[in-house]
C-alpha cells in the first residue's frame, strides 16, 4: 500500500495525478474486461468513490502536447504550479490515472491507493473570480421588476361577429341548395 493522501471536506478543482506502476500492455488488457472506472476503484483501493470522471489513459495519447500541455491547456492549471514538475510530467510513460475532486462529492476522505499507483503531483484547476463589481442600478434591486399585470381581454367589435354571421348564411344557403337538387 501506498501512503495514505487525506482530502480535506468541500475540496473543488483539484487533479491529482498518478502513474500506473505495471505494464502497458497489462493496463490495456484489464481495460478490454473492465470499465475504467472499476479499475480505477480498484487502483485507488476505494470500491465506494465515484470514479465517473476520472481519466485513465496512456501517456502515448499525448504525443506532441506532454502531460504538462494537458494539463495547462486542457485544465487551465497555472504554468507556475506546473514548472517545478514539468520535466517530471514529461517525461512518464506508460499510463496515467488523474483524478478529479469531484469524485469524494464534498466529503473528507482518506484514500490509500494500491502500490501499484504512484502520486505524481496536486495541482488546482484555476479558479474564476467569485466577485465582481457590484452592479448600481435600480434593475437590479430585488422586487424592481414590474408590477404583475392582468392581461387585457381581446377586443372583440362588430366585425368579428358580422364574419360568423355570414359564414352561417353561405353555409345554410349551401346546404339548402344542395338539398333542392
Not at 471536506?9 to 475504467?36: C, H, M, S, W, Y
Amino acid at each position: 500500500m501506498s501512503t495514505p493522501i487525506d482530502i480535506p471536506p468541500n475540496e473543488r478543482g483539484v487533479i491529482r495525478v498518478f502513474a500506473i506502476n505495471a505494464a502497458a500492455d497489462e493496463i490495456a488488457q484489464q481495460l478490454k474486461t473492465l470499465p475504467k472506472a472499476n479499475l480505477a476503484r480498484q487502483l485507488l483501493n476505494s470500491p465506494h468513490l465515484d470514479t465517473t470522471s476520472v481519466e485513465l489513459f496512456p501517456v502515448s495519447d499525448l504525443t506532441g502536447m506532454g502531460l504538462a500541455g494537458y494539463l495547462a491547456e486542457g485544465y487551465a492549471v497555472a504554468d507556475s504550479a506546473l514548472n517545478a514538475d514539468r520535466a517530471k510530467l514529461d517525461a512518464l510513460d506508460g499510463y496515467l490515472l488523474l483524478l478529479f475532486s469531484e469524485s469524494f462529492k464534498g466529503a473528507a476522505a482518506t484514500l490509500t491507493p494500491t502500490a501499484t499507483l504512484t502520486l505524481i503531483g496536486t495541482y488546482a484547476e484555476a479558479q474564476p473570480a467569485d466577485s465582481g463589481p457590484p452592479i448600481d442600478t435600480d434593475s437590479a434591486k430585488p422586487y424592481s421588476g414590474a408590477a404583475q399585470m392582468t392581461p387585457p381581454t381581446p377586443a372583440r367589435g362588430p366585425a368579428g361577429s358580422a364574419l360568423v354571421a355570414l359564414a352561417l348564411v353561405v353555409l345554410s344557403g349551401l346546404a339548402l341548395w344542395w338539398l333542392l337538387t
